[in-house]
């Protein structure tokens, strides 16, 4: 029999601990309890604090129960001042002048699926009407098809708005200026059906249009990581009905 050395018995137990660190780490699973996925008070930001692209147990609050899974998926458009742009946060970083964000949360829950749109506009005037910030559908291509979903009309859709500071240059000087920003979270209706679609979507980029209530439209991707989730999130409850 071959005699191992001190050296390569250590260097198997290192390869063995690295392995199990793998282990650990390609289990971990990322824990988000439902409180947290409460918008009704608003949320930061950009969703500051969430997890992006990735599944999210979603967790009872005050027992150790799963309760569904969630994708939570966020896009932003406008400039980016000095300070995001060395950060690479852009618009994520803060409100500023001619930002938006659109935060959306895709999954099933025990009782149901759902989808919800966080809409989030700092405009260039700090002035904008509400409607302008409410979907009233949203249409996903998958697959050569148009998937259409309604708001859900039995879920309230709430209405936010905040004021805030931001630095601008004037005359070669750093200054503080203020505005306000907007924010819109509304719900909408999937169903099994819809659900399976979004389930079977291709692995890649999709675009959505959100419609909204005054009739403009805006086109938003929703990113790979998240639609690769959707499999996973809407496998929780496939059916969308409230378990029994």
């Not at 793998?22 to 996925?37: F, G, P, Y």
């Not at 989808?115 to 409410?134: C, F, H, R, T």
Request: net charge positive; aromatic share 10%; hydrophobic share 35%.
């Amino acid at each position: 029999m071959r005699k191992m050395s001190l050296g390569s018995f250590s260097a198997v137990l290192l390869i063995i601990g690295c392995l199990n660190g793998w282990t650990e780490k390609a289990i971990a699973q990322t824990v988000i309890e439902e409180d947290k996925l409460n918008t009704n008070k608003g949320i930061y930001w950009a969703g500051s604090g969430f997890p992006f692209s990735q599944v999210a147990i979603i967790k009872d609050t005050l027992v150790d129960a799963s309760l569904g899974k969630v994708v939570i998926d966020r896009h932003g458009e406008g400039p980016s001042d000095f300070s995001s742009f060395i950060a690479g946060t852009g618009p994520f970083s803060s409100p500023f002048p001619g930002r938006f964000v659109v935060v959306s949360f895709w999954g099933s829950k025990i009782e149901g699926c759902f989808v919800k749109m966080v809409i989030q506009s700092s405009p260039n005037d700090g002035q904008a009407e509400l409607k302008q910030l409410v979907p009233k559908t949203i249409q996903l291509g998958l697959n050569n098809q148009i998937l259409e979903l309604s708001r859900n009309e039995a879920t309230k859709v709430r209405s936010f708005k905040s004021d805030y500071t931001y630095k601008s240059s004037q005359n070669g000087k750093e200054i503080n200026r203020s505005s306000t920003w907007y924010m819109t979270d509304t719900s909408f209706a999937i169903d099994g059906t819809a659900a399976n679609f979004l389930k079977n979507a291709p692995k890649k980029e999709i675009r959505m249009r959100l419609v909204f209530e005054n009739g403009d439209t805006r086109i938003v991707p929703i990113g790979k990581g998240t639609v690769e989730n959707w499999s996973q999130t809407y496998g929780f409850n496939s059916a969308c009905v409230p378990s029994k």
